[in-house]
């Protein structure tokens, strides 16, 4: 029974041109003619299937039951509903609940009534109207509202609650100086208290009216998905299910409109789930008629607590009918029936829930785009989507190479596209780009010359989709963080923060479309060049949380929970200063913490790929309690989310051995995993298991939330030539492997040729003493390079392989060469793109700290004759 604020919400007005939403769009305003319900007129497209007009002199108890407790309602309030005359009664066609003083020595100091219609008067959709006069005074609480009757999805407020109306303390002074005569309509929905949630809105009756002082129809219309509340016919408020956003893989990325949610077990998984439906508002409920006095939340509003006068003659709440209707032409879901005004869903009516929004699916690495820098990008063309022209690369005086764009008679929307239709060029690939690692500080940007501006009047605009026109962003070049339309004959700058975009609606997790043209159907005669397109945040150090490193970090000071120690720091004999901990008789937890009330968390979103946890520990003096276990535990935003694990899993299955310091390393990724969200880390906690640890005394060091690839550079060993440190190499046939050019747009390509003496393989050799260490690169890195065959062997069919060594050849992986390209073979002729995983191959054997040859070549004794190439080899991440 509380109510929330409402938030704007908007939707954009789209076009589709060619199966491809951008072709230009218009502004179209939507507005409902229907005319708002007059309660005094018949009802024409609801059936009334129950109703109670009171005008039978008493209380229908086939209709109506009495609930009969000092329970307070839940909220504190100071009244014992019973089910005497004195409290609820019918007279002159109307039903009275009134409160009044208890007798003395009463559990509660009020008396009241509390009607409910369960199991005889259940409804599933419908509208449900009630005409009705409150009481006033500090204090009073009145309320029509409705509960589910079965609990489908849980308790209370799993299975949600409908509150029709309800007001507090009307007639009292609010705390802006006014009279108190507002009223409120609510939703409750979500999680278990008291991370229950709830939404809403009040509402102030025209002219200032007071509900106190006459009757008023409070009305609900609740449909499949969607609920509408009325006063006096007058269309309030508007609550609706959660609306998804999806990307192109089908996953939950994020929400077009945040609504109610509901979170139950899945019956057939067993796991806990959030649901954006109709739940919980797709079963039965029932009515509920009450009076309450006090509690949480009329006590602490308008002049605070009961003001025992306002009852000395009793309160009445006052109800002439309830009406319940029923949607003749749709009964199961509630729809055809809507009584709403113009703009029913505008940003004064809808209301914003508070269902959680998804994150969107992500490998959390922190990437930049290129779309065009002067070289093609084959994975982005360069697109005119309906106006016949090729767009053309040409040389700029000041800027060098650009892409030219022309508008002719046709309307049409110029730009770059990564998806299949549009990628004409046979190396390359659709490749939506996820921007969601640098949401917080990246940007789209681009540079402008305007060659020739429109014949007509035009206004520039930029475009920017993703998945498959999913989501969309359309903005004047005006409304760029530069403020300025492109000027004829001058380079100009054009950004637009990712944020912003995000906040005008766009799913950022698969961006693949940018465009950047006159406005639709006004841009004939124009022509404008486009260079140096990127989607780019500033490069910066990588986040690292340092919990102990011979000092302690006061933010993150050395916590003990609940056993009453304060932990220390030592001096020990190996590592010089340590954090020390000591457990006593009192069950606890102790770890690293900030300060209740601080605030300070750590987000470790941008390190989830290759991030740790990691920190050296010694147990000093074991437990005295010879079976306990060691523990490791990490949560975050105030326990919102935390994972327990064994000590040991963080030291290959190793336990803790008392004297000697070993190091325990967690994945931030596997964390996440288990049900950590890395983004507000604040508790981080090292232990034995509680009530096992008395005697304890460990020592902790080096502990730090970081990720340990940061500022390592991969490895560039080919790309126009072979680096330094190491040569083209062939093992045992003696022929010596070129650089050649294969054209564009590869240019100088190594080429290897096995002649005749088919026992050989063929690639890449370090120089003696030297390799490269890519073992901080596990997490997320490749190896990759691109390959084409020129002439096939003249011996038969052959296996292509990729193999790896290290030094000496101690260690190697070896796959097949069709493993890096989806399973696909060489082809003659065609250049493919081929990617190994480091994981992939430390799996397989390969010691990545020593990485010594790399091979790619026919399987052995065969491939005579062979002609092939390779160019862009690296190890790197993906």
């Given at each position: ?283 039965r409920f029932y009515l509920l008629l009450n009076l309450a006095v006090g ?396 009530g096992t640890g008395e005697g304890a005394v460990y020592r902790v060091d ?177």
């Amino acid at each position: 029974m509380y109510n929330s604020r409402i938030v704007k919400s908007s939707l954009a007005a789209l076009i589709i041109t060619f199966g491809l939403t951008g072709c230009g769009s218009d502004d179209v305003e939507t507005v409902s003619d229907f005319e708002s319900v007059d309660t005094l007129a018949p009802v024409e497209d609801w059936q009334l299937v129950w109703s109670d007009e009171f005008d039978s002199g008493q209380i229908d108890t086939s209709k109506w039951n009495f609930e009969i407790n000092c329970r307070g309602g839940g909220n504190q309030e100071q009244q014992c509903y019973t089910d005497s005359a004195d409290n609820a009664y019918v007279s002159d066609g109307t039903l009275k609940i009134v409160a009044l003083p208890a007798e003395e020595g009463a559990e509660l100091p009020y008396t009241s009534a509390r009607l409910n219609s369960r199991n005889k008067g259940d409804f599933k959709y419908g509208r449900i109207e009630v005409r009705a006069k409150m009481p006033r005074g500090q204090g009073t609480w009145p309320a029509i509202w409705m509960m589910p009757t079965d609990e489908v999805y849980g308790g209370w407020p799993k299975s949600g609650e409908i509150d029709i109306v309800e007001a507090v303390n009307l007639g009292t002074q609010t705390a802006e100086g006014g009279v108190e005569n507002r009223v409120h309509g609510t939703l409750h929905y979500g999680r278990d208290a008291p991370n229950n949630s709830s939404s809403g809105k009040a509402h102030t009756i025209p002219g200032g009216a007071n509900p106190a002082d006459d009757f008023h129809t409070y009305t609900i219309e609740w449909q499949e998905g969607e609920i509408r509340w009325y006063v006096d016919g007058y269309l309030y408020q508007t609550q609706t299910q959660s609306l998804t956003r999806v990307n192109s893989r089908g996953e939950l990325v994020g929400l077009r409109h945040r609504g109610w949610f509901a979170e139950f077990f899945n019956q057939s998984s067993g796991e806990l789930e959030v649901v954006y439906g109709a739940e919980p508002f797709d079963q039965r409920f029932y009515l509920l008629l009450n009076l309450a006095v006090g509690g949480n939340w009329p006590e602490n509003v308008n002049e605070l607590g009961i003001d025992e006068t306002a009852f000395t003659d009793g309160q009445t709440f006052e109800i002439d009918y309830v009406r319940v209707y029923e949607c003749a032409s749709n009964p199961n879901t509630g729809r055809g029936c809507e009584t709403v005004r113009a703009g029913y869903k505008d940003e004064n009516t809808l209301v914003e829930g508070e269902a959680p929004i998804p994150s969107p699916p992500s490998d959390g690495v922190a990437r930049n785009l290129t779309i065009f820098d002067g070289t093609p990008n084959p994975n982005w063309p360069a697109w005119d989507c309906c106006g016949g022209s090729t767009p053309e690369l040409v040389d700029d005086e000041e800027a060098g190479p650009a892409y030219r764009f022309t508008v002719g008679s046709e309307p049409t929307v110029n730009g770059f596209v990564s998806r299949s239709a549009f990628i004409t060029d046979p190396n390359g690939t659709p490749s939506p780009f996820d921007a969601s690692p640098i949401l917080e500080t990246g940007s789209v940007k681009f540079d402008i010359k305007v060659l020739s501006q429109p014949s007509a009047e035009s206004s520039w605009l930029f475009k920017i989709e993703s998945n498959e026109t999913s989501t969309e962003v359309e903005l004047p070049i005006t409304a760029s963080e530069e403020g300025v339309a492109p000027a004829t004959g001058e380079w100009q700058t054009v950004t637009y923060s990712l944020q912003s975009l995000a906040d005008a609606g766009l799913d950022v997790s698969g961006i693949d479309v940018i465009m950047v043209f006159p406005a639709w159907g006004t841009g004939d005669g124009a022509e404008y060049l486009l260079t140096n397109v990127k989607i780019e945040a500033p490069t910066g150090p990588s986040p690292e949380l340092v919990l102990f490193d011979d000092a302690e970090n006061l933010d993150w000071p050395m916590w003990d929970c609940c056993g009453g120690s304060t932990p220390s720091v030592v001096d020990d004999e190996e590592r010089g200063p340590v954090a020390e901990f000591q457990v006593g008789a009192e069950p606890t937890v102790m770890g690293f913490k900030p300060a209740d009330g601080s605030g300070i968390q750590f987000d470790a979103t941008s390190i989830l790929v290759d991030g740790v946890v990691q920190f050296d520990m010694k147990v000093v003096t074991p437990p005295s309690n010879a079976e306990s276990s060691w523990l490791f535990k990490i949560e975050s935003d105030g326990a919102t989310t935390a994972v327990e694990v064994d000590l040991a899993t963080g030291n290959g299955g190793n336990a803790p051995t008392t004297g000697e310091w070993a190091t325990y390393t967690f994945s931030l990724q596997t964390l996440s995993d288990q049900g950590l969200d890395v983004s507000a880390i604040d508790v981080v906690m090292i232990f034995p298991a509680w009530g096992t640890g008395e005697g304890a005394v460990y020592r902790v060091d080096e502990a730090r939330i970081y990720n340990p690839s940061a500022g390592v550079s991969g490895l560039n060993i080919f790309e126009n030539n072979i680096v330094a440190g190491w040569s083209l190499w062939d093992c045992c046939a003696g022929t010596e492997p070129q650089v050649v050019d294969a054209g564009e747009p590869y240019g100088s390509v190594a080429q290897f040729e096995i002649p005749g003496w088919p026992e050989t393989v063929l690639g890449f050799l370090a120089d003696e003493d030297n390799s490269f260490d890519a073992s901080a690169l596990v997490g997320n890195g490749a190896i990759s390079f691109d390959m084409r065959i020129v002439q096939q062997p003249t011996d038969g069919e052959t296996d292509w392989l990729f193999k790896v060594e290290s030094t000496g050849a101690e260690t190697f992986a070896e796959l097949p060469l069709s493993a890096g390209n989806f399973g696909t073979a060489p082809t003659t002729d065609e250049w493919a793109r081929y990617t190994f995983s480091l994981q992939e191959l430390s799996e397989a054997g390969l010691d990545l700290s020593d990485i010594n040859v790399i091979m790619v070549f026919p399987a052995w004794g065969t491939g005579q004759g062979t002609i092939y190439q390779i160019d862009n080899v690296t190890i790197d991440n993906f």
